[in-house]
């Protein structure tokens, strides 16, 4: 089966504060993806990262960072020095084999609020 | 470079009358996936086309709901009738490469509420 759980429902910080979204996934299959996405009030889902899993190395841009641990199953994604443009629902997200096809499978979201 | 259109951002009808979305892809963009979300959850596939085949309709009720991709470019998604629990957020999204594990670039949804 593949499953996503983002255990975190709310999250509330003042800006500049550092903030960890959490991420743990379960998958059979030795071949997947992961990602990341940001809904902010307008409603898509705004593309922010994806990693293959073969590649551990975590990854830094700007103010985001993603931390891949495959022994524990996790996908976490930092935000460094939060700002009030932040304030959205993120959801990770994992592409694996179900039934013989490839989908994208979602967690709940995570609702990030970063307060002035 | 325009993103994923999608028509009407919001629509409220009474239950049992049909209702259709409408999404536009990114240009060049063969893979078009139609997505659920309720309230307070992610998203989850309905269907996916590569241009105008639907590869993946697991997820689809088929006995109310349907869409169809002509020419394999934009796509509509039908609710004939809907039913009090199909209130929710219909996303649209698009990618340039098929399978179903490439950047997916969503467009805006549409809100529908059924009274």
């Known amino acids: 089966a593949q499953k996503v759980t983002q255990a975190q429902t709310e999250i509330s910080v003042v800006e500049k504060e550092d903030v960890t979204l959490d991420c743990v996934y379960e998958?059979?299959?030795?071949?997947?993806?992961l990602f990341w996405y940001k809904q902010p009030p307008s409603g898509e889902l705004v593309f922010l990262i994806r990693?293959?899993?073969?590649?551990?190395q975590n990854e830094i841009s700007g103010r985001y960072s993603w931390n891949f641990q495959k022994s524990t199953s996790s996908f976490n994604f930092t935000i460094t020095a939060s700002q009030v443009v932040d304030s959205a629902v993120y959801f990770c997200?994992?592409?694996?084999?179900?039934?013989?096809?490839?989908?994208?499978?979602f967690g709940q979201g995570t609702r990030l609020t970063i307060n002035p | 470079e325009a993103g994923v259109v999608q028509s009407p951002r919001y629509k409220i009808i009474e239950k049992k009358q049909p209702v259709a979305f409408w999404c536009n892809p990114i240009?060049?963009?063969?893979?078009l996936y139609w997505y659920l979300q309720n309230l307070g959850q992610g998203p989850e596939l309905l269907i996916r086309y590569e241009n105008e085949e639907a590869v993946d309709d697991s997820q689809l009720p088929k006995d109310r709901f349907s869409a169809e991709r002509l020419k394999g470019v934009d796509s509509t998604l039908k609710i004939q009738p809907a039913e009090l629990g199909d209130s929710a957020v219909y996303l649209c999204?698009?990618?340039?490469?098929?399978?179903?594990?490439?950047?997916?670039?969503f467009g805006p949804g549409t809100r529908l509420t059924v009274l």
């Open positions: 998958t059979r299959d030795t071949t997947y993806y």
């Open positions: 240009s060049g963009h063969n893979t």
């Open positions: 990693r293959n899993s073969f590649d551990e």
């Open positions: 999204a698009s990618s340039q490469l098929a399978g179903g594990y490439n950047e997916q670039f």
């Open positions: 997200a994992l592409s694996g084999r179900i039934q013989g096809a490839q989908k994208l499978v």
